[in-house]
T-cell receptor
Framework: KQEVTQIPAALSVPEGENLVLNCSFTDSAIYNLQWFRQDPGKGLTSLLLIQSSQREQTSGRLNASLDKSSGRSTLYIAASQPGDSATYLCAVSRLSGTYKYIFGTGTRLKVLA | GAVVSQHPSWVICKSGTSVKIECRSLDFQATTMFWYRQFPKQSLMLMATSNEGSKATYEQGVEKDKFLINHASLTLSTLTVTSAHPEDSSFYIC??????????????FGPGTRLTVT
């Protein structure tokens, strides 16, 4: 059974810092890994999608890497801003089947002005 | 990108009543949709897979008679919470996969429905 864990569970940093959020999964036979952010009381906003054949994806100040063999992904946020404050979730889908996602436990980020 | 909508965005109902939540793919067809539940300060937990033209597949521990799923068309799935109780109060989110770049499938999520049972 796939289990997805995110470390740290919570993080509070001053504005401007570069951050690394971690996501680990127990079954390396994944199809996709996707990073989301969720603001309090809101739905999900997709940040980056990494296909199983890829090693990283970049969008603006965000960079996500994937190492399937070790069961890890990292989300790098450069020059953090107060607007980055949110919960960050990673999710993985199985290599075969219905593409359903298993979500990680989440990292609650607070960037202080 | 693809758009998934949910209706209603929030609902309050009395204990013992039933509530229906709709999930629609607005600009693409979805033979499969997924329903998730999120309790406060927790992550999303997959409840069931909604399949157009066939029965839904429920995750272990989810009562299929309590959470009725109907995939009425290629753009609509509904989740009905029957005989709702306060412990069913939660944030319900649906998603649908659609082809992304190459052969990869990307999940698009609805904005969620907050259910409060009094």
């Amino acid at each position: 059974k796939q289990e997805v864990t995110q470390i740290p569970a919570a993080l509070s940093v001053p504005e401007g810092e570069n951050l690394v959020l971690n996501c680990s999964f127990t079954d390396s036979a994944i199809y996709n890994l996707q990073w989301f952010r969720q603001d309090p009381g809101k739905g999900l906003t997709s940040l980056l999608l990494i296909q199983s054949s890829q090693r990283e994806q970049t969008s603006g100040r965000l960079n996500a890497s994937l190492d399937k063999s070790s069961g890890r992904s990292t989300l790098y946020i450069a020059a953090s801003q107060p607007g980055d404050s949110a919960t960050y979730l990673c999710a993985v889908s199985r290599l075969s089947g219905t593409y359903k996602y298993i979500f990680g436990t989440g990292t609650r980020l607070k960037v202080l002005a | 990108g693809a758009v998934v909508s949910q209706h209603p965005s929030w609902v309050i109902c009395k204990s013992g009543t039933s509530v229906k939540i709709e999930c629609r793919s607005l600009d693409f067809q979805a033979t499969t949709m997924f329903w998730y539940r999120q309790f406060p300060k927790q992550s999303l937990m997959l409840m069931a897979t909604s399949n157009e033209g066939s029965k839904a597949t429920y995750e272990q521990g989810v009562e299929k008679d309590k959470f009725l799923i109907n995939h009425a068309s290629l753009t609509l799935s509904t989740l009905t919470v029957t005989s709702a109780h306060p412990e069913d109060s939660s944030f319900y989110i649906c998603s649908a996969p659609t082809p992304g770049s190459g052969t990869s499938y990307e999940q698009y999520f609805g904005p969620g429905t907050r259910l409060t049972v009094t």
